[in-house]
């Protein structure tokens, strides 16, 4: 499967201040991305479906000022969080998608290790 | 529309005991399946994946699936607990012939005791 790189693994920032995530594919090239956030306990809640060349399409409910998100190329995306809070301390899990579904499994995705943010 | 539901939300077993975390889905069409497990502060690792060449599925670290469409259920086995398999377990099925994004099941906390 695809290797999935995130830096940072976590920050810890102050609050109103932007932070960057990378998402990077290793050895695979990735048409499309997704980030996921994930609350203490919970499932992975996606936030945006990142496509290389193109806008990020959000999940409703997330705020696509708040959380810029760019796909210049098939090995790299990248999710800022703009005027961090407290409340937008989370786990930030990206994937790439490997494969176009046309037969079931095919369409894998493969996880990064996950950024841990705190806003204090 | 694709939904899956994850029937227990913890599992409790002994260390080489049986495992088996309950899985099932809803799909309109032949479905794509996967087990995935995430370890405290880890990302995602993919167990295994149902791709419909056959219905028993084997993947890493001795799983299993089956892959049952009369019960449209996907519970995850393995034969023997170990230690290092303590860790949330999400069953997720994919809009693949749509968006490609993942539904995840609300996931299950395997604890294993020694």
């Known amino acids: 499967g695809a290797v999935v790189s995130q830096h940072p693994s976590r920050v810890i920032c102050k609050s109103g201040t932007s932070v960057k995530i990378e998402c990077r594919s290793l050895d695979f090239q990735a048409t499309t991305m997704f980030w996921y956030r994930q609350f203490p306990k919970q499932s992975l809640m996606l936030m945006a479906t990142s496509n290389e060349g193109s806008k990020a399409t959000y999940e409703q409910g997330v705020e696509k000022d708040k959380f810029l998100i760019n796909h210049a190329s098939l090995t790299l995306s990248t999710l800022t969080v703009t005027s961090a809070h407290p409340e937008d301390s989370s786990f930030y899990i990206c994937s790439v998608r490997a494969g176009g579904g046309g037969v079931p499994g095919t369409d894998t995705q493969y996880f990064g290790p996950g950024t841990r943010l705190t806003v204090l | 529309a694709q939904s899956v539901t994850q029937l227990d939300s913890h599992v409790s077993v002994s260390e080489g005991t049986p495992v088996l975390l309950r899985c099932n889905y809803s799909s309109s069409y032949s479905p794509s399946l996967f087990w995935y497990v995430q370890h405290p502060n880890k990302g995602l690792q993919l167990l295994l994946k149902y791709t419909s060449a056959a219905t028993l599925v084997k993947g890493i670290n001795g799983f299993e699936a089956e892959f049952k469409k009369s019960e449209t259920s996907f519970h995850l086995t393995k034969p023997s607990a170990h230690m290092s398999d303590a860790a949330e377990y999400f069953c997720?099925?994919?809009?693949?012939?749509?968006?490609?994004?993942?539904?995840f099941g609300t996931g299950t906390r395997l604890k294993v005791l020694a």
């Open positions: 997720v099925v994919s809009d693949r012939r749509g968006t490609y994004k993942y539904i």
